[in-house]
T-cell receptor, first 112, second 117 residues
């Protein structure tokens, strides 16, 4: 089965800087989603990009999708300490309803 | 979006015992899922909890080890049976609600952090 792979595994930046996380996957998809997980908490859906879209924005988040390279990136602009969390990409490859394949995640730390 | 309550939030259990985790949703949802997240790892789907019928298990997970109940459209339980230290993980339930069904966006509970001694 396919699996999303994020890089870097860990990212540490200063408050106010931009952070970019990448995700690669293996097979064709219907959509790709990004989730955030704060320490000790469940996952929160951030943004979804469909396979026929190339870029999407939501607040300080910008997601790109390159289906030819089977990759996506998540950019967080002007990072804040509250953005400290793990970020996961998840691919919907059109299998059983609800079956998302999650990547290994990027641990993102923002220093005040 | 659906609001999900999961309990217990954490537990420390002895080897060989069983723990039942509850997931309560504030609205009726079509699909509920159970995931395992091993320390420092990603999420792995254990099973889809089906209302009124047996759960659908993913490869590597069996009903005897992870029995699941779903008596109605707002509630499900996952039992981790005959636990060993290798079962130490975070267990998460998630749901697809009506508004997110077409997009396959899932809403998660806060998780149960299980440690097996």
């Amino acid at each position: 089965s396919q699996q999303g792979e994020e890089d870097p595994q860990a990212l540490s930046i200063q408050e106010g800087e931009n952070a970019t996380m990448n995700c690669s996957y293996k097979t064709s998809i219907n959509n790709l989603q990004w989730y955030r997980q704060n320490s000790g908490r469940g996952l929160v859906h951030l943004i979804l990009i469909r396979s026929n879209e190339r870029e999407k924005h939501s607040g300080r988040l910008r997601v790109t999708l390159d289906t030819s390279k089977k990759s996506s990136s998540l950019l967080i602009t002007a990072s804040r300490a509250a953005d400290t969390a793990s970020y996961f990409c998840a691919t919907d490859y059109g299998g059983s309803q609800g079956n998302l394949i999650f990547g290994k995640g990027t641990t993102h730390s923002v220093k005040p | 979006s659906a609001v999900i309550s999961q309990k217990p939030s954490r537990d420390i259990c002895q080897r060989g015992t069983s723990l039942t985790i509850q997931c309560q949703v504030d609205s009726q949802v079509t699909m509920m899922f159970w995931y395992r997240q091993q320390p420092g790892q990603s999420l792995t789907l254990i099973a889809t909890a089906n209302q009124g019928s047996e759960a659908t298990y993913e490869s590597g997970f069996v009903i005897d080890k992870f029995p699941i109940s779903r008596p109605n459209l707002t509630f499900s339980t996952l039992t981790v049976s005959n636990m060993s230290p290798e079962d130490s993980s975070i267990y998460l339930c998630s749901v697809l609600d009506k508004t997110a069904l077409a997009k396959n966006i899932q809403y998660f509970g806060a998780g149960t952090r299980l440690s097996v001694l």
